[in-house]
């Protein structure tokens, strides 16, 4: 199949185009390398530089591949950040995303997977969080995909368009190859930035509140391992001609910010010092994702739901590229 990523030059997308190749699928990649890395795209995908925001540009890799599948990361992905500038997140996200479905529809393409969020549940009642829970967007961003969401649902009714919405938090680790991995500027996610201080790129983790109603006091998260998203990306677009359908999509088990750090301590064999700093504003005390869904219908296990292993994984990525991907040099031992 031909499938369009967009974003696929970013940490999510590059490992989904990585699967996608390796198991047989053409790709190319449409991006902005705003946030993404040229070098993250696999030599064997087309690569097209582009912004979703140009309507023409958009088409045109429509006109030029034989595109029959969408697989959408592009976006503004920071809930902090919509909360300081929601016009990118209500107004860009959306209209990038309605240009993409535009020229989708436009050009008789009828298969798309979305790259959504359990922000779409904001601070929710019930954990784990299963499909039927209450939908409040817990910011701008969340709103936003779930605008998108919904759009699809409609462009399902009206053209047979059959789509894939995977909602998930805390995508963690790297591709098990080594060669892809996370690399944000500025760093805002947990993981990396404790691995940063094991590099030595930073004196000491910030841990964002021990006061919440948690084990230890810090906040829960559902990592999951970036590889196995991947593959629920890929399950879910080989299901697509049997019906649209939805899934939250999570590890099952959740860990506190102190884990994490221990984790990365044991794995690094580092100290990392850390110290606990005030809440983040907007952080709901307890996310973890159900997922029961998925593996009932696409029969999607985790190949690596330990946190040993997705840390280490990350490890791996972080130590043979301490700058990412604008230094490839080769640590000592
Ligand atoms: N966190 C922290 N210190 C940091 C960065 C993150 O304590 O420097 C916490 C944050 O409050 C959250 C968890 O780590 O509970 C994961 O945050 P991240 O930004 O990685 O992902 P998010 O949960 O926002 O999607």
């Known amino acids: 199949m031909n499938i369009l990523v967009t974003g696929g030059a970013g940490y999510i997308g590059s490992i989904v185009v990585e699967e996608l190749l390796a198991q047989g699928e053409e790709v190319v990649v449409f991006d902005n390398l705003c946030y993404g890395h040229r070098a993250a795209v696999p030599p064997q995908a087309a690569f097209v530089e582009g912004d979703l925001s140009d309507r023409a540009a958009v088409r045109a890799v429509f006109d030029s591949y034989p595109i029959e599948a969408v697989m959408h990361f592009a976006s503004y992905t920071l809930v902090g950040e919509s909360m300081a500038h929601p016009f990118r997140?209500?107004?860009?996200?959306?209209?990038?995303?309605l240009n993409l479905l535009r020229e989708a529809v436009a050009h008789g393409v009828r298969r798309f997977i979305l790259s959504s969020t359990a922000n779409l549940f904001g601070t929710p009642e019930r954990i784990p969080i299963g499909e039927k829970e209450r939908i409040v967007p817990g910011s701008?961003?969340?709103?936003?995909?779930?605008?998108?969401?919904?759009?699809?649902?409609?462009?399902?009714?009206?053209?047979?368009?059959?789509?894939a919405a995977l909602r998930y938090f805390n995508a963690a680790g790297a591709s098990p190859t080594g060669e892809r991995g996370e690399d944000h500027n500025p760093e805002t996610h947990l993981i990396p930035l404790v691995l940063q201080v094991a590099l030595g790129q930073r004196d000491k983790i910030t841990i964002f509140g021990d006061d919440y109603p948690t084990r230890d006091g810090t906040c829960v998260?559902?990592?999951?391992?970036?590889?196995?998203?991947?593959?629920a990306h890929i399950l879910a677009l080989r299901a697509l001609d049997a019906g649209s359908r939805t899934y939250n999509l999570g590890n099952g088990q959740g860990f506190t910010v102190r884990e994490v750090i221990e984790t990365c301590r044991a794995v690094t064999g580092h100290p990392i010092p850390?110290?606990?700093?005030?809440?983040?504003?907007?952080?709901?005390?307890?996310?973890?994702?159900?997922?029961?869904?998925?593996?009932?219908?696409?029969?999607?296990?985790p190949r690596y739901p330990d946190l040993r292993t997705i840390v280490e994984h990350a490890w791996e990525w972080h130590r043979t590229h301490p700058h990412g991907y604008g230094d490839r040099r080769t640590p000592k031992a």
């Not at 649902?153 to 789509?163: E, G, M, S, T």
């Open 274 to 301: 850390a110290e606990v700093g005030p809440r983040r504003p907007g952080d709901p005390a307890v996310l973890i994702a159900g997922s029961e869904k998925i593996r009932r219908e696409l029969g999607w296990r």
């Open 221 to 231: 998260r559902d990592y999951i391992h970036v590889s196995d998203l991947a593959q």
């Open 89 to 97: 997140y209500l107004g860009d996200n959306v209209t990038n995303g």
């Open 140 to 163: 701008p961003y969340g709103e936003s995909k779930y605008i998108l969401e919904r759009i699809l649902h409609w462009l399902d009714r009206i053209y047979d368009f059959r789509y």
